[in-house]
């Protein structure tokens, strides 16, 4: 499984209750429909209809410079921007100098370990990354497999209109800041940085036009 937390469930194999088996919609007598008619019918018509009309996958502008906005009410504005090699988010402004400008724009390129996702290139680094190790967030360079996968992250639908970045090695684990750093969270898990507290929003992105073009 890819969720970091396990699941429980009924699970109903046969129509009917048998002798030694007692997994059926119905009990052996079949006079009992163990299951809420209505709950299961509504459940397998949404799976259905779903399936029916997939939601359109979310897309960034490869190829382009951009910057990765804070949505988290009360820290709007502030941006992801690296430091000395690692990333955090920092309150950058037209009055900004053009250092911090420089390290808070990104370019968004295909994904290096899956086209299909995205990468995000220094501005003012070439060939150097946003790339998760150890949980945390650093900009780097490398190649290989393994930086290849760290640097590769692929958008969901986020809040109000944002996106989500979830590691491309680690489906379901998001980017996420807590505490003015940059860390790969897994929602509900063990350590600070997963804290479910504004989850939601802490890891959802508003992709913006660059502060350095």
């Not at 119905?26 to 997939?54: G, H």
């Not at 996958?57 to 951009?66: F, I, M, W």
């Not at 003012?124 to 393994?146: F, P």
């Amino acid at each position: 499984m890819r969720l970091p937390r396990g699941l429980s469930a009924a699970v109903y194999t046969e129509i009917a209750d048998v002798e030694n088996e007692a997994n059926g919609l119905l009990t052996y007598d079949r006079q009992v429909v163990k299951v809420d008619e209505a709950r299961v019918r509504a459940a397998n018509r949404a799976l259905i209809d779903a399936s029916r009309s997939p939601a359109a996958p979310v897309t960034l502008p490869a190829g382009q410079y951009a910057s990765l906005r804070v949505t988290t009410p009360g820290h709007t504005d502030r941006y992801v921007r690296h430091q000395d090699g690692a990333v955090f988010t920092e309150v950058v402004t037209g009055g900004s100098d053009s250092l911090l400008k420089n390290d808070a724009t990104w370019r968004i390129v295909p994904g290096l370990a899956d086209s299909s996702c995205y990468s995000f290139e220094s501005r003012n680094y070439a060939g150097e990354y946003l790339r998760h190790r150890n949980s945390r967030v650093y900009k780097e360079g490398g190649s290989g497999d393994l930086f290849r996968a760290d640097a590769t992250f692929c958008p969901v639908r986020g809040a109000n209109g944002g996106v989500r970045l979830s590691a491309y090695n680690f489906p379901g684990q998001y980017l996420r800041h807590y505490d003015a750093e940059l860390w790969l969270a897994v929602p509900g898990g063990s350590r600070a940085w997963d804290n479910s507290a504004h989850f939601t929003e802490d890891t959802t992105w508003a992709v913006q036009a660059p502060w350095a073009p």
